[in-house]
């Protein structure tokens, strides 16, 4: 009986002990979930921000490394997509362009930031309403100087006669120009290019060449996918149409090249195309074929056998006085079409000059 | 019968004293509890208020701009600049809120401009009302030339584009010293912007204080955006917008703003009372900025 009695003599420390961890659980789980509400709300607000950035990087990196031989020739209503590219931090972004006409292009830049399993924590998309930016049509004479031209030997040819036409373009040669043309070095035509100034022209280069001498012959190259190899400093296009179909590719690239140094010599000489700009001298010592623009702010002297420039060929003579010569058998061939073919080939695109950032939702 | 008895008054006080004890401590701990808790409720909703309305406001500012007609343009001399941001004040902004952008896709006639549907970017599609800004183009081979002109939806409608597309098809109103001579420079694949009127401002109702916003394109009323604020008094301010130039000054000219920074204090919704302290309201002072992203030149 007394045993039986001890056992009902329960006490409340158990359910007072229980009650007092529940109390003392919720306080904790409350803190918590508000702590945690906080927490994901800021890395929320960090992920977005980081789309939104990835999706600010690649609009303005298609934009400084404009896809000219793609873009370029992209009919106006098509769509060119390309593929992501990953950033640090496990963002990503990935760009399509649009063209809206002849001139406008919109850029849509989605950027992404995932999770380690490659679940998608932000998305955000901005837009950008570009412009191909004009580079004009080109001088108004085969040779265009800031000095008075000394030409050496018989057989150097200049000519304003308009007639040569260019592979793979349906474009008809127009009105001749005068062989040589004399300005003065301060010339706004050796400074400004259609909306162009030399100096942002020379920003969006793709290959920059500091002072030096080239003793590797110039040509077009293909990469591993037989795409013309953009990446290969070497390569400058392919003026002529009778490489066959194999460098085609190569037939609609046009670079700007910039030689930022006090003197570059072509050694080895080559071909190529696109928009060659010299911040001080240029020599070129043997045969050379180069279709397009050559825009140099000091002297030139062309020497050598077999050097031929067609298009157009502009020497300010400016910083040391420096003179233009052209001697051996140099050739210096105005041509429209191939002003045309690579002011508009090497053309970039630039965002509006107003309003040009579109919030994509 | 011994087993039988009751309890003597001393354990019967004992009881009741230590059962009042429990309970008072018990008591204690469920009122605290509650406050606790309330007051974890009220931070989170401030703080998620506060956050979520900075994003809001920032979503809603980013794009503003101002546009000029340049002289080369030849619409019209001297024209005017015309900034996005019209009322700039420390507690109060009227600004041209974007709404969406289109691009034309026929070539525009009789005031009515096609807009391609599947173009169509933005928050919503084109309304009735809905101020907009439309490219235009002067000498193809130069951007120099090109402008934005201005003008008012009156009608709107469905129609086709030149490539067969469906289009939205806004009739429009051009005003300004451009407006005669704008649709004819209207080319086919140009951005047309379209906008309302919006207004952000400080503002008491109930009793509180809050950021509101309305529609001043649609005649529209305050309505609370974000709050409750703190009051505005001589030692503190629910709500201050600054206009900072390209250097980071505060500036009061609408073209030369090029970021809004703003401080939004919020407050719970009631009084709260963290441990130990005093019942009272509490607050969250939260700093931002947003460089606006279409005045860069």
Redesign the interface.
Known sequence: ?SRS?RADERG?ALA?AI??LV?VG??VA??F??GH??QR?GRS?LY?EQAADAAEAGAAELLASWDAPTLNVLA??SVAAFPATPLAGRASYRSTV???????F?VQSHGTRVDASGGTLARRTV?L?A?L??L??GPEAALTTGRPVEIAGSEVTISGNDSASVAGSDCAPGRSRPATRAVPPSSVVFAMF??VEFERLAAHAAIVLPDTTLTSSLRPSLDDRNHCDIADGANWGEPRASSGAALESCRRYFPIVYAKGPRLTIAAGGRGQGILLVAGGLDITSDFDFSGLIVVKGGVRISGAGSRITGALMAANGPDQSRTQIAGDATVQYSSCALRSALGGAAFAEP?????????? | MNARRGFTLIELMVGLVLVTAVGAVTYALLVQNQRVARSQSEHAGLQDNVRTGTVVVANELREIGYDSIPETAGLAAGASVSPDLLVMERGRLVYKAMRGIGFTCAVPASGQVRLQRTTLLGLRPPEVGDSITAYVEGNPDTGADDAWVHGVVTARGGGICEDGSPAVTLTMTFVGSAAAAAPARMVVGGPVRFFEVMELRYYQSSGKSWLGSRSVSAGGVIEPMLGPLADSTASQRGLTFVYLDRNGVATTIPNEVREIAWTIKGVTDGPVRASGTALAVDSLTLSTSVALRNTLR
Do not use: I, K
């Not at chain 1, 649009?98 to 406008?104: S, V």
């Open positions: 009986m009695r409340m007072l009650f007092a109390v919720a306080l409350g803190a979930l508000a509400l906080e709300t607000s977005a106006p209503g649009t063209r809206l006409n002849e001139q406008l919109l837009g309403v412009r930016a004009s004009g049509e259609g909306d509006l000059g107003q309003r040009s950032w579109v919030q994509v939702y």
